[in-house]
């Protein structure tokens, strides 16, 4: 229940349930309960933009500590993960553009294959044990993190629908607030949560995806030394809500495609076939490349005890991109069921086909060199 590997294995459920649930005889209850009304919003988007910011905050967090003090504290140490996600990224969106660049509509969903899901693919690692170099799930782990910082960026960047200036200037002075408490030394938390829950309302109003806010508060929140640290404190106590409880229910509520009467050129259309080959191509691809590149110049060096054929192998697990590349398909094709079924269809094809072909490559290796 404390590693973050084993979210993975129930989120891997949570989307098996999902897809069991839209194909049974209670789908219109599924679908329509996703879509009942409370308190403005309806229920999935109460899901995707309340629930998820506080896995965004969960994920700041994370950045914030390995960047000051963990895997990602020096430049040796983010220069092997940070070339792989760079890899990692443009390669898959390279693949989705060549098939879909001609559309208008289909070339907003270029970033969904860029994205890695840490708990998912740590979930698969965790399936194959101690066979697999403690070496290499920190390397996975580090470039997830990157990844998901990549993810955050392109989503604060190039899915913002029409700003409200007004409510931008609310969540500046907001955020003037959080860097005060910081700057002052304050280290009880519940204040910094408070200003937090204003600044979601104020960027949910503004045009900025509003879980944005959870990555802008946990920047502000104070690191500090020891196991008391405010940063570690909040960090310990949402990882299992996050874990066993918003990122289950996000992919439970995400996952679900009916395939009933569903028309094949919707399964292999230009986004589906683009979001897949990215994720399960584009993704390994561009991952290897880089590592590979940045080791035999010297750039980097390799992890411990790893060879450059598991190093492949935990290249193909990076395809599997669930949760992030969901959330950024329902950012892109906002309003348009189609596309988002089409985009479920692909990530889970690229993310399924990623686990199965990396989890094979690591029991090969095993096996060779035992």
């Known amino acids: 229940m404390d590693s973050e590997a084993s979210g993975g294995i129930i989120l891997m459920i949570a989307a098996g349930l999902a897809l069991g649930v839209a194909n049974s005889p209670q789908s219109e209850v599924y679908f329509a309960s996703l879509q009942a009304s409370y308190l403005g919003l309806s229920i999935l988007h109460w899901i995707n933009d309340g629930l998820m910011a506080v896995f965004f905050l969960l994920v700041g967090l994370e950045i914030k500590r390995e960047v000051l003090v963990g895997q990602l504290s020096t430049w040796p140490q983010r220069a092997l993960p940070g070339v792989g996600a760079l890899g990692g990224m443009a390669a898959p969106a390279l693949v989705y553009l060549a098939f879909n660049g001609a559309s208008p509509l289909a070339i907003r969903g270029w970033a969904i294959p860029t994205a890695t899901d840490i708990a998912f693919a740590l979930g698969v690692l965790a399936l194959l044990g101690s066979r697999?170099?403690?070496s290499l799930k920190v390397f996975l782990t580090a470039l997830a993190i990157m990844d998901d910082l990549g993810a955050v960026l392109i989503i604060a960047l190039f899915y913002t629908a029409q700003l409200s200036w007004l409510a931008l200037g609310l969540a500046a002075v907001l955020l003037g607030g959080l860097v005060f408490l910081n700057r002052t030394g304050v280290r009880v938390l519940?204040?910094?949560l408070l200003l937090g829950a204003g600044l979601w309302v104020a960027m949910l109003q503004s045009g900025i995806h509003a879980t944005i806010a959870g990555v802008v508060l946990a920047m502000t929140i104070p690191m500090g030394e020891g196991e008391g640290a405010p940063l570690l404190r909040l960090e310990h106590g949402?990882?299992?809500?996050v874990g066993y409880g918003v990122v289950p229910i996000f992919g439970f509520a995400n996952a679900g495609v009916s395939f009933s009467g569903l028309d094949p050129s919707v399964i292999f259309g230009g986004v589906p076939v683009g979001?897949?080959?990215?994720?399960?191509?584009?993704?390994?691809f561009g991952v290897f490349a880089a590592i590979w590149c940045a080791i035999r110049f010297k750039l980097a060096v390799c992890?411990?005890?790893?060879?450059?054929?598991?190093l492949y192998g935990i290249a193909v697990l990076c395809g599997i991109g669930f949760t992030m590349s969901l959330f950024i398909g329902a950012l892109a094709f906002a309003g348009h069921s189609d596309m988002t079924n089409a985009v479920k269809i692909g990530v889970l094809a690229g993310s399924g086909l990623s686990a199965i072909l990396g989890s094979a490559i690591l029991l090969r290796c095993t096996r060779v060199s035992s």
């Open 132 to 134: 697999v170099p403690a």
């Open 190 to 192: 519940w204040p910094y």
């Open 238 to 241: 949402l990882a299992k809500w």
């Open 275 to 284: 979001i897949s080959l990215g994720l399960f191509l584009g993704k390994q």
């Open 303 to 310: 992890p411990d005890g790893a060879s450059l054929s598991q």
